[in-house]
């Protein structure tokens, strides 16, 4: 194998996140190759990106060169392989062939032994955390995988501080080994807030959606941590109060009696039967539209459409919906969601306590404050701005260079 004056000449990826419907971590992966490809840190570089299942096509490995590094896709042409079961028993069979000079892994573990150097990203613990959000397999699945991979990776990236504290006080993962490296949000999402503000709202692509304005937008996976039930008993209440003014938006005031909340994403419930039970018993499953998973071509214009967004949750590693939706320039309330705070400490739309009294209070401001939304409309695409892909990837090529020379050095 050859190697770069800095780093190494060929790097793993363990990829099949993104084959499918990608959601965190495909999107997140393909985000960071994308702007990897013209990171000049990583000019010379080669990447096997390897799939389990069949060939599809993406711009990473057919588009033009870039000034970074050259992908390349290996598919394993097992499209029926359990993803945990690829990648910890297939996939090290597949890197004895395929040697790599480092192995990188954007989702909470790693495949035993496969390289002499290697990198983990590790997003959060919520499986430590919150353990009742995960059946009693999956819980100590993602729990040994995660432990095994923090302890044995030469580095360990994570998305937040607050998630490498973690991974010091629960993995005892020492601080020198861990990098903290923030997603990055696409401008497509300014720029779609922008179109919406010049009155070039993607009207179709709502329509396409089944969506129609005025709507509030709940993004991402629907787990039990993320409290929908909360947020529909908070609106329940909040529509049976005293008719008010309309919702102040850049388009004018918008009606409240209108208003429907759209919740987008897969139903990742333990019981998934629970979702219907608890829409239909809100007092409020007239207003609510499901469109379950959304590409992600159409999330700018879905965020730029709203009224507001709303993302009240137990716990998170990141939150980059109310991130991406601030950039489009609207409201978004949440509880835990520690990339904003820790960029925005002051935020003025957050929940004070996670209870139908705290949630409705919340989305009580999240309409009717002004003020409040004023200051999340201006300044949230400027603070919003300083999260980009391209510093997420720069930070990815300095460890990847780091873990490298980490490991020739443990081996001399």
């Given at each position: 194998?050859?190697?770069?004056?800095?780093?190494?000449?060929?790097?793993?990826?363990?990829?099949?996140?993104?084959?499918?419907?990608?959601?965190?971590?495909?999107?997140?992966?393909?985000?960071?190759?994308?702007?990897?490809?013209?990171?000049?840190?990583?000019?010379?570089?080669?990447?096997?990106?390897?799939?389990?299942?069949?060939?599809?096509?993406?711009?990473?490995?057919?588009?033009?060169?870039?000034?970074?590094?050259?992908?390349?896709?290996?598919?394993?042409?097992?499209?029926?392989?359990?993803?945990?079961?690829?990648?910890?028993?297939?996939?090290?069979?597949?890197?004895?062939?395929?040697?790599?000079?480092?192995?990188?892994?954007?989702?909470?573990?790693?495949?035993?032994?496969?390289?002499?150097?290697?990198?983990?990203?590790?997003?959060?613990?919520?499986?430590?955390?919150?353990?009742?959000?995960?059946?009693?397999?999956?819980?100590?699945?993602?729990?040994?995988?995660?432990?095994?991979?923090?302890?044995?990776?030469?580095?360990?990236?994570?998305?937040?501080?607050?998630?490498?504290?973690?991974?010091?006080?629960?993995?005892?993962?020492?601080?020198?080994?861990?990098?903290?490296?923030?997603?990055?949000?696409?401008?497509?999402?300014?720029?779609?807030?922008?179109?919406?503000?010049?009155?070039?709202?993607?009207?179709?692509?709502?329509?396409?959606?089944?969506?129609?304005?005025?709507?509030?937008?709940?993004?991402?996976?629907?787990?039990?941590?993320?409290?929908?039930?909360?947020?529909?008993?908070?609106?329940?209440?909040?529509?049976?109060?005293?008719?008010?003014?309309?919702?102040?938006?850049?388009?004018?005031?918008?009606?409240?009696?209108?208003?429907?909340?759209?919740?987008?994403?897969?139903?990742?419930?333990?019981?998934?039967?629970?979702?219907?039970?608890?829409?239909?018993?809100s007092g409020c499953a007239d207003r609510v539209i499901r469109i379950g998973y959304v590409?992600?071509?159409?999330?700018?214009?879905?965020?730029?459409?709203?009224?507001?967004?709303?993302?009240?949750?137990?716990?998170?590693?990141?939150?980059?919906?109310?991130?991406?939706?601030?950039?489009?320039?609207?409201?978004?309330?949440?509880?835990?969601?520690?990339?904003?705070?820790?960029?925005?400490?002051?935020?003025?739309?957050?929940?004070?306590?996670?209870?139908?009294?705290?949630?409705?209070?919340?989305?009580?401001?999240?309409?009717?404050?002004?003020?409040?939304?004023?200051?999340?409309?201006?300044?949230?695409?400027?603070?919003?701005?300083?999260?980009?892909?391209?510093?997420?990837?720069?930070?990815?090529?300095?460890?990847?260079?780091?873990?490298?020379?980490?490991?020739?050095?443990?081996?001399?």
């Open positions: 194998m050859t190697h770069g004056a800095a780093g190494p000449g060929m790097i793993g990826v363990v990829a099949y996140e993104m084959e499918g419907a990608p959601t965190g971590v495909g999107r997140y992966l393909e985000e960071l190759l994308t702007a990897l490809r013209g990171t000049p840190r990583a000019r010379g570089w080669r990447l096997k990106l390897f799939f389990k299942g069949d060939p599809f096509e993406h711009p990473l490995w057919t588009g033009e060169e870039a000034g970074g590094c050259t992908c390349e896709a290996v598919f394993d042409r097992r499209t029926d392989a359990h993803p945990i079961f690829w990648e910890q028993i297939r996939l090290p069979r597949i890197l004895r062939t395929r040697a790599v000079d480092l192995l990188f892994s954007p989702g909470y573990s790693l495949p035993r032994g496969a390289s002499p150097a290697s990198l983990v990203t590790i997003h959060d613990l919520s499986f430590e955390v919150l353990p009742r959000d995960f059946g009693f397999r999956e819980r100590w699945r993602r729990r040994f995988l995660a432990r095994r991979a923090a302890r044995s990776a030469t580095r360990v990236l994570t998305d937040t501080g607050r998630t490498a504290a973690e991974l010091q006080g629960r993995y005892g993962v020492p601080e020198e080994r861990i990098a903290v490296a923030p997603l990055g949000v696409s401008p497509r999402f300014e720029q779609a807030g922008q179109s919406v503000s010049r009155g070039n709202a993607g009207a179709g692509d709502l329509a396409g959606l089944g969506v129609r304005p005025p709507y509030l937008l709940i993004l991402g996976s629907i787990l039990q941590r993320r409290r929908l039930d909360l947020v529909l008993a908070g609106l329940t209440r909040l529509l049976g109060e005293p008719a008010r003014a309309g919702v102040a938006t850049a388009a004018g005031d918008l009606p409240v009696e209108e208003l429907q909340l759209v919740v987008a994403g897969a139903n990742q419930l333990p019981r998934p039967d629970d979702l219907d039970r608890m829409i239909r018993s590409d992600d071509r159409a999330l700018p214009e879905l965020y730029a459409g709203a009224v507001g967004t709303i993302y009240v949750s137990e716990y998170e590693g990141y939150g980059l919906p109310p991130l991406e939706s601030l950039a489009a320039g609207v409201p978004a309330l949440v509880s835990d969601a520690p990339a904003l705070l820790e960029l925005w400490p002051d935020y003025p739309l957050r929940c004070d306590r996670l209870d139908v009294d705290g949630v409705t209070d919340g989305l009580r401001r999240l309409l009717f404050d002004r003020e409040a939304r004023r200051v999340a409309e201006v300044q949230g695409p400027e603070r919003v701005r300083s999260l980009t892909w391209a510093r997420a990837a720069e930070t990815f090529a300095i460890e990847v260079e780091t873990a490298w020379r980490t490991a020739r050095e443990t081996r001399s």
